[in-house]
């Protein structure tokens, strides 16, 4: 029998704890594949955020450093400069990166340090119970908009990869979605860039991926897809927003 793809080896086989149809079980077998792939198990350091998100650290055979709230950026900052030869992972959620943690993930970016993030964009706070995220877009309901996020008041959802691109010390930047194969595939090459832009001493690289959250958006995983086709997509365009080889 030919082996077209095996479980990676860097990633447990047990069953995750995230819901049917959650974005972050297809992330997690990226990063897999991608840690298999670059062989950096051995020297990588995940620094774990809150959220949904933060169970990554029960599926990945890496070192991990748990962070308060939206502070893994600065975390992610202080073991790479005291181990420089090591790989530092941010893995964040948009309550994470862009609520709490929006200060760190700035300064970071700013600073230029060389560390690789993957930012899954859910619009929503999953784990918390689907409440109202930087990300939630005009009109979406929430547990904390239960009329649906209005401008005035709730503000325009902020768009991540934009606003860092206008930092000049940002290196790499990439929305990419995993609402179909296609995109998977494209997630997967970004995910891979942002970890070899690391290797490479290249910089602050981050890859945004739009994920699904059927338990907080309240619908089925085949309407999540939709909602990111029909409605995340239009408000977060996919693509390179920065690229400094
Ligand atoms: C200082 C602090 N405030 C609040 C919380 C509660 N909390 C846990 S998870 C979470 C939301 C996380 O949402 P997000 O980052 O979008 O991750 P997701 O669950 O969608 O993956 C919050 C507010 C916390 N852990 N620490
Ligand atoms: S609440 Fe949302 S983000 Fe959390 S595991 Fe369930 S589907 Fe995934």
Redesign the pocket.
Known sequence: MNIIKAQPKSITTESTKYCPGCG?GIILRLIGEAIDELGIREKMILTA?????VVLYDYIFCDVVEC??GRAPAVGTAIKRVHPDKFVLIY??????AA?GMAEIIHAANRGENMSVIF?N?A?????GG?M?PTTLIGQKTTTSPSGRTIKGMGKPIRVCELLATLEETKYLERTSINSVRNINKTKAAIRKVFQNQLNGIGFSMVEILSM?PV?WKVSPVEAIQFIEEQMINYFPLGVYKNVE
């Open positions: 972050h955020p809150v959220g949904c998100a308060a709230h964040q959620g948009d309550g994470d990166l709490i899954v859910n929503t706070y999953g784990m918390t409440q995220a959250c907080g």
